[in-house]
């Protein structure tokens, strides 16, 4: 039987949608409720004046935002932390469905299949605040061959292909799998898609990468000394048919640690925040109280004079139209 976990979720919902949704249904007996509850879960786009109501609350986030413990009594992200008991790292792409079909690497293709397929696809979505490491890597190596951009960034096919995205990259030898950002620990789901699409990734992001994924399965520009160099090996992987299949049979995860084990993660650290008698760990005393109050004090009131100054705004100028009309329709 399964432990009733009963959770507050603050605004906007979208980023802990997977985490809601998918993966603590399966462990929990899960309710949403605004009156009586377990924990309070947010997030990075969750406002600070959320945050001051009672209860135990755990900040998730998928994106490389390192939280805030000034705020949340736990966090789920992708920085290594070293925390106690008040963090758990958890990548974004473990909560992806594509992610479990990969851990069984059951993929359909013979061999003389992989090698007959397309060169290179790209597909991303977007590109705000975004490294231009992707778009020069892109151009160098279409310099060698077309890379198939289908998303809405450097798209070259007249059409988007993410509503299948999955299929669509299965088609090609090659996949560019870039982050938008190289941060410690921040890999999300576009080198697991590319693995689990059995086409063999080009990395750019995590420099730890390593600890989640067999380094020998993947390309990763950054193990080498520019961008030239990376798209020469790319284009020898290309023409020895041995050398690409070769890396491409490697077993896809680090040996050592990895996330296979990522409900039994999940699962424990909920269970021990749920079993103790008092699981807060934010300081109602001392200068992070103090701290903490004037923060959300500071954005209740910024959101009270907006919410004003719109109003006077939209009065003054309703005002205008008015006088605008008469003058219009004088007679």
């Not at 000394?225 to 890396?247: A, R």
């Not at 003054?316 to 219009?328: D, E, G, P, T």
Request: proline residues 4%.
């Amino acid at each position: 039987m399964k432990r009733k976990l009963v959770i507050k979720a603050l605004p906007p919902y979208d980023e802990v949608h997977g985490l809601l949704n998918s993966v603590l249904p399966e462990l929990f007996d899960v309710e949403i409720s605004d009156r009586r509850y377990d924990l309070v879960i947010g997030s990075t786009k969750t406002p600070i004046e959320y945050l001051n109501c009672e209860g135990i609350k755990l900040f998730y986030t998928g994106e490389n935002i390192v939280p805030d413990f000034n705020f949340y009594d736990y966090a789920i992200g992708f920085d290594y932390i070293d925390f106690g008991d008040r963090y758990l790292r958890l990548p974004l792409y473990c909560l992806y469905p594509e992610f479990d079909g990969l851990m069984n690497q059951l993929f359909k293709l013979s061999d003389k299949e992989r090698l007959n397929r397309k060169f290179c696809s790209m597909v991303v979505s977007n590109n705000h605040y975004a490294s231009s490491i992707r778009k020069e890597f892109f151009e160098e190596l279409s310099k060698y061959k077309i890379v198939d951009s289908a998303g809405k960034y450097l798209n070259n096919m007249g059409g988007d292909y993410l509503k299948d995205k999955q299929a669509f990259i299965s088609q090609y030898k090659f996949n560019i799998a870039f982050e938008n950002s190289s941060v410690l620990g921040y890999t999300t789901e576009k080198l697991m898609h590319a693995m689990a699409a059995d086409t063999l990734p080009i990395y750019w992001g995590n420099p730890l990468v390593g600890r989640d994924f067999n380094p020998k399965s993947f390309v990763n520009l950054l193990d080498f000394k520019s961008v030239k160099e990376c798209v020469d090996y790319i284009v020898y992987l290309d023409q020895n048919d041995k050398e690409y299949l070769e890396v491409l049979h490697e077993d896809k995860f680090n040996p050592e640690d990895n996330y296979k084990d990522y409900k039994e993660r999940i699962k424990s650290f909920f269970e021990h925040i749920l079993s103790q008698e008092d699981a807060s760990r934010l300081s109602p005393y001392g200068r992070q109280a103090i701290y903490r109050k004037e923060q959300i004090d500071k954005a209740i009131y910024y959101n009270k004079f907006h919410t004003f100054g719109s109003m006077f705004f939209l009065k003054r100028c309703n005002a205008l139209k008015s006088m605008v009309y008469k003058w219009l329709h004088r007679s």
